[in-house]
């Protein structure tokens, strides 16, 4: 078993893997940075490390040499990435295991084989996993991609082969957009990732977006637990996700979980990954990518299996036998995370900065809260916006959507903006409650970005008004007796004869 | 000291110009449109403010107060309301037609100093308070923010960059 | 009591006519409120006392006069939450509320019974400048409106607030005042107009642009107060008001709150970041330590890297200085320490003690800076410390360095009590400078200079650059846990209600300018 842990991450993920880590008995090793010398995440390891000085051009947990440095010169046993940062770079993992600091996640190979989406279809392709069409391998020349195009039928999309994130992305819906899309596509995928390679797809409009948690030892052994359902997103960036998916059956839950896994058993898969799958309105799914980390929407998953992900990652790092197979996976009850952003819906979700002035946070038996702020922790624009990850679990979806809404309603944050008025919207939305959504949900059913209760308006205008002439109401400090106070005499003479 | 507040009549007019008409009986009751409105500012043990009207708690926040200009948050949702009178309403309407109005802002570095990173966009729509880019100067991070509601003209600023003081950085255009 | 009676009577009813729907309506389309009712505004409800309402301009005489009673300004006394104050306001109706003689006179009037009562004046300002048909007679009434100004200087407060046009010499009787009031949009000063400025200079400018209450609040500082509106703006004065005492003798009002003085807050040991390069907002330490809603800062959008302003403390008076780490890092310039220094003379007039939150790197440095006169302008704010009387108090809340750490009311040019907190950094300068100057030979020996920099500055930060060794020598009386702060400074306050200084007998110091 794995003795020692350095997390090479921040935040609500850095105190997340500490808590399960050092319940395990593995020492925690968490890095300062001088960004936020107070952090929260701090204070849930057992050892600090600082980050040595550098010339800054380099994010701290960007920085693969001085974080393996760190790592060996603490004699730190394995180092776990979190997610974002280096989580899916096979560089690292791949520096970490030369240096003999166990990485936790799957090897370089497999995560560079993921990362390139030409390799991974080809994977896929090889498994019988469904796909949206499409070449297997980059697309050579503008006129090989409008070839394609045609053949696959339009909308298409055009993808940069080692892109991810909504980026390096372009929709072609007629032939003559192809080959200036083509140029594009490749330009930018040759300046954000060094890698002009692209490929194409079929587009689906607005479908909806699901993703199966697998996870695997080395021994071969792949279980895995069960979807999250993760349309609700803006511009790619996901906002609410549950799990089950109101849109599975058992019957397509069984084949896409036989897809996922035989995804993974075909890339010689270990530790834990995502699947991530289309899903059309005829029920057909494709797959689309598979990520290789811990997602910031796991718990989901832990609160409808009971499993904690993070131990697994570990024990199977540690060279473990999985410690459950397929049939003791039970899928129980639904589970919804609200992600509390930083965040000013109304001016379209940009970061909102300050001070967390207060904090109030609901409690109860059946929600989870993954936070990595306190009263007095700044939301900077160096660092995402997340305040907290609210995760309910309910007996079924609409107990589950009644408690996420009892629960977002009771959480409070004074000195910033969050996403809460957007996650009332969300839960109060006819369409979500129907289950019948796909990712053109916010642009399509949500017709208000947030929740205003009945009257609030009028509340708010006479909120402003009352402050208006409470700020101008000086009664307080009006003390009309005030001139017939006597002077002290001592005062009085030396004023005077000082004049 | 008397302020004569009783029986004024008070506006609070919206971003879009909707506008609330209050008739203030005193600091704690006002009534609009024929309808009595009892308030009560609680202040909660540990720092957070509720709004009572009629006995239903709102939790609130003032977020800025300028001139008469408010910003407040109820249930978390944003606000902005400039508080007015019958007169001082009227009287906006004659300075709005007798002034043609700037059409955006200038954002120029307050100092001389580095461009540490940059976070407005092209096209990207701000509100008064965002910030726009930290700029270093005196080995301190300074944001800085829009002071107008508009959408960004222009990037001049390059992250990593020097740049003097009144050197423009972005050119923001009123929505 | 007949005939006598009714004309005395009939006269009272010209008077009111003068005051006719129309004579609102004209003001009140310009987005104005008439003389007469910002008057009534600004007084309590019946107390106002008109004097000399019935004088005419000069050279005009009755009958012929019935649309300039007054002479274009309302003069008298009244009370403002009780207090007596004498006032006047121009009234932009009556003959373009020019300053003829008797207009003057009457503004003189106020002012000499405001001095010899030692109760403060209040200017409401609305004019359209000289009357060029008094000629010289007219300039005359400035001037003696100026030698009152100035010597009522720091005897009684004066307050002006610019509610129309001040153009040309008009300008520099609010300038002389204590403070000046403008309302937004409505409101302009400047010493030549736009029309001038276009024939001498070629340069399109508005009234607005030129000496608009945005300009004048925030890039020369002429102005403090700018408001929304000229109701709103009486409103300010009458707050103000309550933070000054009547005259240089009284005491400012002390009005009992139920705030309490030994409030502990904890959340001013987290309010300076640990590390010293980040900003923080220094009004969240004084809104923590003052009483709840009782500070009211003066100047806020000029040189905004100092804030200054008034505020309670346990029901007292106190006159607030604080370094803004937020702008511009919190260094001293010309335009903050010109800010500083007056309201520091203010306070040193009136008997308000001032308190002083200290987080400064120096003085701001550069050519700019230097050619313009930062040695000079520097000086006032020394000068303005120095010889200020009041009880002064210091907490160093971070940075105090260099000539910065004198001029901010250090112990040596007169501070009663100074405290500091345990993040205060008090040193001749910053650690970067410091081992730069005190180890050049070895730093350009060294095989590695950037790791024994970096190793000596961690050495001097730890050493140097903290407040033990003020402590120790006795230039700091207290490192004071921040919690306690608001008691601490609360109960030297007490201590302080006595002080009595003696300086040179002078006529008067030549304060640099």
Known sequence: MIKSILIANRGEIAIRIARTARRMGVKTYAIRTKKEPNAVYLSSVDEILDFPETDGSVPEFLDIPNLVKLAVDNHVQSMHPGYGYLSENAEFAAACRDAGVVFIGPSPEVIRAMGDKIVAKDIAHKCGVPMLGGTLGGIPDAESAVAEANRLGYPVIIKAASGGGGRGMRICRKESEVKQMYELATSEARTAFNDPTVFIEKYLENPKHIEFQVVADKYGNVVHLGERECSIQRKHQKLMEEAPSPALDDELRERMATAAVNLAKAANYESLGTVEFLLDDNRNFYFMEMNTRIQVEHP????????????????IASGEKLPVEQKDVRLEGWAIECRINAEDVQSGFVPSIGMIRNLRLPSDNRIRIDSGVRIGTEITPFFDSMIAKLIVHGK?????????????????????????????????????RSGNFNTGFIEHDLKSLIYKEEHEELIAALLAVSTYNHDNDFSGDVDADMAEQPMDPWVLQKRIRHL | MQNNIQNKTLIAVGKNGEEYEFKVQN???????????????????????????????????????????????????????????????????????????SDGEDVCAPMPGKIVSIIAQEGMEVNPGDPLLVLEAMKMQNTLTASVKGVVKTVAAKAGATVGKDELLVEIKKA | MGVAYEKFLERQKQLEQQYSAEYYEKQHNRGKLTARERILLLFDQGSFEEIDAFVPPVGVTFGKTTKAFGDGVIAGFGTIGGRQVYAYSQDFNVLGGSLGTTHAAKIVKVQDMALKTGLPVIGLID???????EGVASLNGYANIFRRNVLASGVVPQISAIMGPAAGGAVYSPALTDFVFMTEGTSYMFVTGPDVVRQVLNENVTPDQLGGAKVHTSKSGVAQFVYSDDANTILGIKKLLTYLPSNNIENPPYVANDDPTDRVEEALRDIVPEDPDKPYDVRDVITLITDKGRFFEVSENYAPN???????????????????????????????????????????????????????????????????GIIRNGAKLLYAYTRATVPKITVVLRKSYGGAYIVMNSKGIGGDYNFAWPTAEIAVMGPDGAIAILFRKELAEAADPVALKKELVAKYRNEVANPYIADEKGFIDEVIDPAVTRAKIFRVLKSLDKKSVSLPRRKHGNTPL
């Not at chain 2, 709004?51 to 926040?61: A, D, L, N, Q």
């Open chain 1, 300 to 315: 989901v998953t832990e609160m409808i299996t009971g499993l904690n992900l993070v131990e697994l990652q570990l024990l």
């Open chain 1, 396 to 432: 079924d979806r609409a107990d589950a959507i009644e408690l996420a809404l009892h629960s977002v309603e009771h959480f409070h944050v004074m000195g910033v903006k969050t996403t809460i008025p957007f996650c009332k919207a969300v839960l109060h939305n006819e369409v979500f």
């Open chain 3, 127 to 133: 004019s359209g400048g000289a009357r060029i048909q």
């Open chain 3, 306 to 372: 100092i804030i200054v302003g008034f505020a309670r403390l346990g029901g007292y008076v106190i006159g607030i200085i604080a370094n803004q780490p937020k702008v511009m890092a919190g260094s001293l310039d010309i335009d903050s320490s010109v800010k500083a220094a007056r309201f520091i003379n203010f306070c040193d007039s009136f008997n308000i003690p001032i308190v002083t939150f200290e987080d400064v790197p120096g003085f701001l440095p550069g050519t700019d800076q230097e050619h313009q």
């Open chain 2, 27 to 101: 600091s704690y009751q006002y009534s609009s449109k024929g309808c009595k409105l009892t308030i009560e500012m609680i202040e909660e043990a540990d720092g957070f403010m509720l709004f009572s009207c009629e006995g239903v708690r709102y939790p609130v926040e003032i977020v800025s107060r300028k001139l008469n200009n408010y910003e407040v948050l109820v249930n978390g949702v944003s606000y902005n309301f400039t508080v007015e009178t019958p007169f001082s309403l009227k009287r906006r309407e004659i300075l709005a037609a007798n002034q043609p109005v």
